[in-house]
């Protein structure tokens, strides 16, 4: 167990010391993850020029649909930061089935607990689609975030705002029709990744029904039943790159 915690951490300080200098032959995309970081939640109550120093001891790297980021029983020793794209947390039961526990997206953050309390990552962290993520190492993210009043406020807000999604969450697994989790889930999928126009919501995700299957804990059988019923009623719309779009007509399932 020793050998292979101590392999872990040799990887991770490679993995790291390889983004850090990616990061630096890329001027141009420091410039603009500059101005990112400081649109993001968690790097709102920092003075500007901590966030741009902040910026140079990070590493970054760039994951591809399915990669995975964070494996579950890792032990992060970063704070990760989704500069582009979104991902999902997820648990892995005895008997292979994957339950969606939660998507993040652009300016969300991951492995903080872990940073807080030791203890390792209770899921894994997989890439839904390409995904860039910055890290910053726990002696960093404690000297800038952990001692400035501002910043903690804002990680408590945003962990609070984790917290209801995994009440949600529990909400959804405790409703006994199928079709009403589908709506469930397709009506906060919305809230959280929609864009509204003239047609109605449009979710800026793209999901197999697989995945929508496993964030729903149904069979992706029967969650492709229920959207083409959906979609035969006009609640919902099948747009490309499998992006679905939610139609004034829908009807949401209130869970609150």
Request: net charge positive; proline share 3%.
């Amino acid at each position: 167990m020793a050998a292979q915690l101590e392999l872990q951490k040799e990887s991770e300080e490679a993995f790291l010391t390889l983004a850090v200098m990616g990061t630096m032959k890329q001027p141009i995309m420091t410039i603009r993850t500059d101005s990112l970081l400081r649109e993001l939640p968690i790097f709102r109550g920092l003075p500007g020029g901590d966030v741009a120093e902040l910026r140079m001891m990070m590493g970054e790297r760039n994951f591809r649909r399915n990669d995975v980021i964070l494996f579950e029983e890792d032990t992060p020793r970063c704070l990760y930061v989704i500069y582009e794209g979104r991902v999902k947390v997820a648990q892995i039961d005895e008997e292979g089935r994957e339950q969606i526990l939660a998507v993040h997206k652009r300016g969300d953050f991951f492995g903080e607990m872990a940073l807080l309390d030791g203890k390792t990552s209770p899921a894994r962290v997989v890439a839904l689609e390409e995904t860039r993520v910055g890290f910053l190492r726990r002696a960093d993210f404690e000297t800038r975030f952990l001692k400035n009043p501002i910043a903690v406020r804002q990680i408590i807000s945003l962990l609070c705002e984790r917290l209801r999604d995994s009440w949600f969450m529990l909400k959804v697994l405790n409703l006994q029709r199928a079709e009403d989790r589908v709506r469930a889930v397709l009506g906060h999928m919305a809230t959280r990744f929609g864009a509204r126009d003239a047609r109605g919501t449009a979710i800026r995700l793209r999901m197999t029904h697989s995945e929508l299957a496993d964030y729903a804990s149904l069979s992706r059988e029967t969650v492709s039943r229920i959207l083409k019923r959906l979609e035969q009623a006009g609640e919902i719309s099948v747009l490309e790159k499998r992006r679905i779009l939610i139609t004034p007509s829908f009807q949401k399932v209130d869970i609150m």
